[in-house]
């Protein structure tokens, strides 16, 4: 709901759960008041008190004292006497870089509008959403601001972005355009973000904010594995069930900024959008720009509060409406047993296993095309290698639909390499700067996706494939940095927009893609987890999240995902043991138990299992494909345990009728504590029967006692609980 108060003045946006203040000042100044937990109905309490400060900016305005370096500006400017972050920076055909808006008038609307070339959150029904629009403008320097504003009918979200329109007779140049920017109340704040690397995503990192600006980011041109587009400010005491959490996600594939400052009055403005120092936008009379959408949430139930109101809204909002509910198809990836060495024999003979076991979709990972058994050639032309699988992959796919599965298979369409056709024929095609020599990046070169004839060829490549009726799912992968940020079609004075134009071309060819073959599902991945971000979430309704595939460090990075992605949108693989990262060996159950709330696939050859193993894999897949829809559509939750030897998770199905708990020991540890390990999101009025044991509890009781897990003496053990509503509660 979305009303206005004090002759208009004061706007507040709210549903059940949140509520999201501002202010009009003096009919100019747009100010923030609050974001929170719902309030019935605003009246204006805690309206801000200003001091005189010496030494500082000052302005006349109808409150006293206020000095605009000390204002909670709703979207902060540069050069007006706000000397904290900006969210918006303009530069004047005359090289003046002030800009002062004022607002001007605000209105709403039903549903959500989309983004022009942009992934973004969508409402299916209009009452669903409602949405504020403001208009603020400075006329001088010719540029108009849209705000807008999405609230759901229910849950801590509010969706952000904004529209830049020139309203002048010259051109601007954006430098700096945030997708949103929020002040908070003074008081002590931990700064939570996910740091990592290849092998190593999604780390939570939580230390205390202090004075001056604390960030993160990316200008490896795409999201990246060593940042996340994610911060999210918690008050001190935070715990997974409690705590007050203001977390911001941009959905966005590409270079981003978010940041945090404290300033010199202990007040707190947090910020996320594209990354300045890359970024650069060129606004001819009449043009508009728009940014990507920043999530906002608030929870005040601790970090799965957060996790539910992301994993909500993405499920629900985001994802391609097509797979969202849909059951997700049990893969075997051919990567860890063939790597680049395949032939049409080994598909054959694995195909045929896993037909045997209940796989439903059988993946051809990297290898097809290339001329040898590395990953030195062949990238652009995508041609299958005859020698490796006569016939092509018509007849790679004619093997494995015969056997009653799905075909999928893997690309990297942004990558090529030198020895291709195309790079012979399109040298230009490729980001590079003339006169140097290109970076390689896993021995590849990026194509421009800025170009439009660049994109067209990816559709049509990929579109061949499809027509044939080859493909129903695509591995979609992206294995290096951007580098070379160049694009030989754009006029100088545009050099800087070529970051962001990239990811729109990314999105361009997606969005064709998807739009033209919605059957066909596909999978993200970059070098695991390296563009795994909401903006890819909208085309792509999985995302592998890692190539460390061992049970053991999948908890962590898993267990770090989940703060923002519902289960079902990550890929989780049983692998080989030892593990071929890591050298670890974890029992095959581990493994299973570790994978099965996720995305589960099998990333192993069949061939080196035991007919012992391969029966117990297909215990495994027949249990999951019993319990997946539930699973999938279920709440999943992180669990404080009584030490950090144990890892524990578990969803509950959206009825509270079921649940499946696993708690991993990582180390048989002779010290045995007597933590508990109590259970979240159950019905506490009704029974529950442990569906292996027998035993029947209380949903109370188990989530105020919680679970014994009896002495097993190994090393990466994982216990498993299911319990399903007793039948006579
Ligand atoms: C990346 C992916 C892997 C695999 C290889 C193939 O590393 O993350 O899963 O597909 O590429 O080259």
Known sequence: MITFH?????VHITNQTISYVMEVVDGTYLAHRYFGKAIRAYRGAGAPIYFKRSYNTEHDLSIPHVSFDDFPFEYPVRGNGDFRIPALAVTQESGITH??????????????????GLPAVFAEKKEEAETLEIVCEDAIAGVRIYLYYTIFDEMGIILRHQKIENIGTQTVKLQNV???????????????????SHTKEANCERFSVHHGVQR??????????QHHPFVALLSPKTDETSGDVYAMHLVYSGNFLAQAEVDQFGSVRVQVGLHPDTFGWQLKPGETFETPEAVLNYSAEGLNGMSHNFHWLYHNHLLPRQFARKPRPVLLNSWEAMYYDVSLDKIEHQAELAKQIGIELFVLDDGWFRSGNTSHTSMGDWECNENKIPGGIEKAAEIIHDKGMQFGLWFEPE???ADTKLYQQHPDWVLHIPGYEPVKGRHEYLLDLSQQEVRDYLVLMLDRYIQKGSIDYIKWDMNRPLTDVNSMALECSRKDEISHRYVLGLYDVLSRITGKHPHVLIEGCSSGGARFDPGMLYYVAQNWTSDNTDAYERTQIQSGYSMLYPPISMGAHVSITPNHQTGRVISLDTRYQIARLFNLGYELDLDLCTPKERETIAAQIAEHKSMRKW????????????NDNYVMWSIVSRNKEECLVVILQKLHNLLRSHGQFRLLGLNPQCDYRDAERGEVYGGDELMRLGLAIPLIKEDFHAFTFHFMKAEDT
């Open 415 to 417: 990558a090529i390499t």
């Open 6 to 10: 004090q002759n208009k003045q004061i």
């Open 178 to 196: 945030q997708s949103a920017s929020l002040e908070l109340p003074a008081q002590q704040y931990d700064f939570l973000s996910l740091y990592g």
């Open 216 to 225: 993160i980011e990316s200008v490896r041109g795409s999201s990246s594995p």
């Open 99 to 116: 800009i002062c808006p004022a607002f001007k008038r605000w209105s709403c609307q039903q549903g959500k509008p989309e983004i022009t």
């Open 631 to 642: 699973l999938q559509d279920g709440r999943f939750y992180r669990h404080t345990v009584p």
